[in-house]
């Protein structure tokens, strides 16, 4: 039987689940794209999607460290000025800014947000403080670097931060990162869902789980997780 907590999660997307970089499929619907999120509006899911900065401290919503997969560019985010990155294409219109999402989603769904930390912790915090001012919707930010969430709760404690958490970590380097971190929610590898530490961790706060691509890996996930973050036929 599913489990349940007693205090509400201010990010539940409720039974639709989070679209994994939107409801995104193939060339049609690219993944990050304002198409990929207008798909998940209508379908009232919540909405989960990739962070990066440019060289000028911007943030975009990419998930690569580079443009070649999804823009045919040699062009590193992480070097590139927002204008450079704003001449590609990512279908039929540029790769969208933070703002621009924000502005698109207006506060109807919940976001999780992924920072693509990449090494380069100290940039992102002040570069977040802009980004985030003024966005009255619900959202989390989430990271595979548990020290993204520990600035966050020193420099940004209205904003709820969670930790992305990999199947393959050790007992220790789990332990280590979650001490640090002190989130408020967790992304668990699918892989882990059915492991005893998730179901410890889930009686004090929310468990997501990503990537759900299957009917069968739903499944799991709904009696282990509280929220799926899918894509494909993950989808709730």
Known sequence: ????????????????????????????????????????????????????????????????????RLCASPLRIAESTLAELSRLRLGDGPIPTLA????????????????????????WVPALRRALAGYLGPLGVMSFDPRLACL??????????????????????????????????????RAALAKPWVARARARLPIYSWTIRTAAERAQAAVHADALIWEADGRP
């Not at 994994?20 to 193939?26: I, N, S």
């Not at 931060?161 to 990999?166: A, C, D, E, T």
């Open 1 to 68: 039987m599913r489990s349940s907590r007693s205090a509400a999660d201010p990010l539940d997307p409720g039974p639709a689940g989070f679209a994994h970089r939107g409801l995104h499929d193939g060339a049609q619907f690219l993944e990050n794209s304002p198409l990929a999120f207008a798909a998940a509006l209508e379908r009232g899911a919540g909405i989960e999607c990739d962070l990066r900065l440019t060289a000028d401290n911007q943030v975009i919503v990419f998930h690569d460290a580079d443009a070649w």
């Open 100 to 123: 621009t999402v924000f502005a698109f989603v207006a506060g109807r769904v919940p976001l999780l947000l992924e920072a693509k930390v990449d090494g380069d912790i100290w940039r």
């Open 152 to 189: 966050l709760k020193t420099n940004l404690p209205n904003v709820r931060r969670g930790l992305v958490i990999r199947d393959r970590w050790s007992a220790l380097q789990r332990s280590l990162a979650m001490a640090l971190a002190d989130p408020q929610f967790l992304a668990v590898d």
